[in-house]
């Protein structure tokens, strides 16, 4: 749901007659804008929505309506969810059962709605099994696919759900190799994150060696933060493509200076797959690359020269055009595609005027389902009529879209994978154990102006009050004896921070929270003005050994902490 102004969003939505409800264990921006907003024990998303499916399954609301027609698995729901009334969940998530038959019978009343969910629900132990619960919650109220409802996105390039044949696909495949040290899953071609340091630090057939790192800073925002940065110390070799000398990059052997973001052109790539609305806007660079620096597209084509043995004097063109060599043979031997069986050579001489991601934009672009095919819709979009566009082209509201987005074997939705059913044994085990009483659990923040470590460098981003603070809620502090604007110790498994209280009741009783990106005191960055503002990283106390059964994501909220004045 990526969209400007949500605020003005959401104050239209209320305004005619729509009601926001929000769920976090913090009182966020959204949840001030909204009709309700109700704390929830952070990690305990899926206990809530158990208990609203029970809710809905029990007293007969479920009405898929068209979907039931398109589900596998759906009958098994009712049985899977009948452990977890209200009753049974409400002292784990924090809101009365009462509450959650009452927002559980409203959502099955409205004319439509949308249960979404988004980083807060994904980063922590059940991550996958509360993404998986949304849907299934949008499925049995009829609210996936339907106007007003939950909406797949059609974007104009690079959208799978766009590409092959509608309905069909290969799925989602999980756990086809496990990281070499730990034996965890890969997931979607990626071992987790978490893994990287003892990856590195673990002898072995297979252990990390060198390492190259673009545009990230991993000792930030990675788990054991602490940990990660002793590893990359006994690297053998390492370099980084980076316009900062950071907290990560200062271990570079070779740091390999980018652009700026004025002096490339831009595509939402990502963001135009979750939009609220189809749209596609191009920008195209402001000012030229000075002279003696390459685009990170050439340095990545350098090192793929480099790295696949064709040494440091590779044919940079030869490269580039390999790479848009593969895409258009897959779009060409595509039975779907719209530019299938085309001369190839005709469609080579048409994307010529482009070179690097500009030239393989251009190529899906053209390929997607609003794209001009090489000339056989001739008014369809190309990169250079996005180019000549003073603004978005705006490409429509979101429409109805299944069974045709389906990328599953079977053609329907699977509501009911085997993998994620049966960790609701563990959603059991964990509603099961004790709480203790006075347990102090850590949640991340995000503010306007830093969302991430590379925002604080800039003086405008970090003028004003300090924002890397310790959220406290007045009933800890008073337990713990914290007091406002005082200096307070966090310690986890994984290690210890310090930093000054805000006491607020915008955080629930047993939650703490830090911001995430912080930590700017490393001695060998060079970042004048995030030094100046240091603050902590709050992936110091991350544990690399807590994750998301399914996904790999680290855990990252309900993090288990004590908390003491220094």
Excluded at 466 to 487: I, K, N, W
Excluded at 495 to 520: C, K, R
Aim: proline fraction near 7%; glycine fraction near 10%.
């Amino acid at each position: 749901m990526t969209a400007p102004d949500m605020k003005r969003r959401l104050r239209e939505l209320r305004a005619r007659g729509g009601r926001v409800v929000v769920f976090d264990p913090r009182r966020t921006r959204t949840a001030d804008a909204a009709d309700e907003h109700h704390f929830i024990r952070p990690g305990s998303d899926a206990f809530f929505l158990l208990g609203v499916l029970h809710t809905l399954l029990t007293e007969e609301r479920a009405a898929p309506g068209r979907l039931a027609e398109m589900c596998n698995g759906l009958e098994k729901i009712g049985s899977l969810v009948r452990e977890f009334p209200p009753e049974a969940v409400a002292a784990a998530c924090g809101i009365e059962a009462g509450e959650i038959r009452r927002l559980a019978r409203e959502l099955a009343g409205a004319p439509t709605a949308a249960v979404y969910a988004r980083i807060g629900t994904c980063t922590q132990e059940f991550g996958t099994v509360t993404s998986w619960l949304v849907d299934v919650l949008n499925v049995v109220t009829g609210n996936l696919d339907r106007t007003g409802g939950a909406l797949f996105t059609r974007a104009a390039a690079a959208a799978a759900n766009t590409m092959g044949t509608p309905g069909k696909g290969r799925g989602l495949r999980l756990g086809r190799w496990t990281s070499r040290v730990r034996g965890l899953p890969e997931a979607c071609g990626e071992i987790p994150a978490a893994c990287l340091s003892e990856e590195i630090e673990t002898p072995g057939e297979g252990q990390i060696r060198a390492l190259v790192t673009i545009c990230g800073n991993p000792v930030l925002s990675t788990p054991n933060g602490a940990r990660l940065r002793r590893a990359l110390e006994s690297l053998e070799f390492m370099v980084s493509v980076d316009i900062y000398l950071n907290e990560t990059t200062r271990h570079a052997d070779v740091v390999l200076p980018g652009l700026s973001s004025l002096e490339q052109p831009h595509y939402p790539l990502g963001f135009t797959q979750l939009a609220v609305r189809n749209f596609a806007r191009y920008s195209p660079p402001i000012f030229d690359v000075p002279a003696g620096q390459m685009p990170e597209w050439q340095i990545l084509l350098r090192l793929t020269g480099i790295l696949s043995g064709q040494g440091p004097d590779a044919d940079l063109e030869a490269l580039d055009d390999f790479v848009c060599e593969q895409l258009l043979q897959k779009a060409l031997s595509s039975p779907t595609s719209n530019i299938h069986g085309r001369e190839v050579d005709d469609i080579r001489r048409q994307l010529s005027r482009y070179r690097g991601p500009e030239r393989l934009l251009d190529l899906q672009i053209r390929t997607g389902p609003y794209g001009d095919g090489f000339g056989a819709r001739p008014e369809g979009l190309t990169l250079a009529t996005l180019a000549a566009s003073e603004h978005a082209i705006d490409l429509g509201p979101l429409e109805p879209r299944l069974p045709g987005a389906l990328r599953t074997p079977s053609g329907r939705i699977e509501l009911a994978p085997e993998p994620l059913v049966e960790d609701l044994a563990r959603v059991r085990a964990r509603l099961a154990a004790d709480r203790a009483a006075d347990a102090l659990v850590l949640v991340g923040r995000r503010d306007l102006r830093s969302n991430n470590s590379w925002m604080h460098n800039l003086p405008g981003l970090v003028s004003g009050r300090e924002r890397c603070t310790l959220h406290v809620h007045p009933d800890d502090a008073r337990r713990l004896g914290l007091a406002d604007g005082a200096r307070a110790r966090v310690r986890s498994r994984a290690g210890s921070v310090e930093a000054p209280v805000q006491i607020t009741d915008a955080v629930m009783p047993g939650v703490a929270s830090l911001p995430h990106g912080w930590g700017h005191d490393d001695p060998g960055a060079r970042l004048g003005v995030a030094r100046a503002h240091a603050g902590v990283s709050s992936n110091d106390l991350t544990d690399e050994n807590d994750l998301d059964a399914h996904s790999g994501n680290a855990v990252l909220n309900g993090i288990p902490i004590t908390v003491e004045a220094v």
